[in-house]
Structures are given as structure tokens and as C-alpha cells.
């Protein structure tokens, strides 16, 4: 038994999205973009950061996690550029920071950034 439009709609073309909504091919379409977006900016953070002799774990999350040997120093050290990363310390982790997958070039910005930290 349908107990909604939406269900009703979604039973009778096939498709359905979050809750049984119905999903149109513009959703679809801005999902698979948004993926691909995080995929690069995940791969700029990374190939980036190794560039400047830091390991980003291997993920597939929206964030990276990358030993900086200190977090809390890295994370401050980054505010005067604008730039905020999380310090994984509260986690256990306090060599490292999480970076979030944004967009492309704001990864570029908090690369450059680090890269500014290193010669500094």
C-alpha cells in the first residue's frame, strides 16, 4: 500500500530517491558532479601535500587526514592565511589534522599555503 504522492509517483515510473522520493535526472546529474569534484580536490589535497613531503592517509571521505607532526601548530599556523583545519587531537591523533575535500580551488589556496608555512 502507497501511503504518499511521492510513493505513488515513484511506483509508477520506477524511480526513487532518499525516503522514496522521486529523483530527477538534474539530482542525478548534480551528484555525480559533486563526486567528481570531491574526487579532484581530494587528489589535489593529496598529490599537493606530497609535493611538500606530507602523507595523506588513503580515503574516501570528504576529508583527508595528514600527519603534520604537530596538528594544533599546523592548524594554527594556518588561521592568519584564512585557512581552517581540524586538529585530530581530541581523536587520538595529535601529529595529524583533517583537511575537508572543498572545492578545487580552495585546495589550491590552503596548498600554497603550506607550501608558504615550509619556506617560512
Do not use: W, Y
Request: charged share 20%; proline share 4%.
Amino acid at each position: 500500500m502507497l501511503n504518499s504522492v511521492g510513493a505513488a509517483a515513484c511506483a509508477s515510473d520506477g524511480r526513487s530517491g532518499a525516503g522514496g522520493a522521486p529523483t530527477s535526472g538534474k539530482v542525478r546529474r548534480a551528484a555525480i558532479q559533486h563526486r567528481r569534484t570531491e574526487h579532484e580536490s581530494r587528489r589535489l589535497l593529496t598529490d599537493g601535500l606530497a609535493r611538500l613531503g606530507l602523507e595523506a592517509a588513503p580515503a574516501a571521505a570528504n576529508f583527508v587526514l595528514v600527519d603534520v607532526a604537530d596538528g594544533a601548530l599546523f592548524r594554527h599556523a594556518l588561521l592568519p592565511h584564512g585557512l581552517v583545519v581540524r586538529d585530530c587531537a581530541s581523536f587520538g591523533l595529535p601529529a595529524c589534522v583533517r583537511i575537508a575535500c572543498r572545492l578545487p580551488e580552495e585546495c589550491r589556496r590552503l596548498v600554497s599555503a603550506v607550501a608558504q608555512l615550509g619556506r617560512g
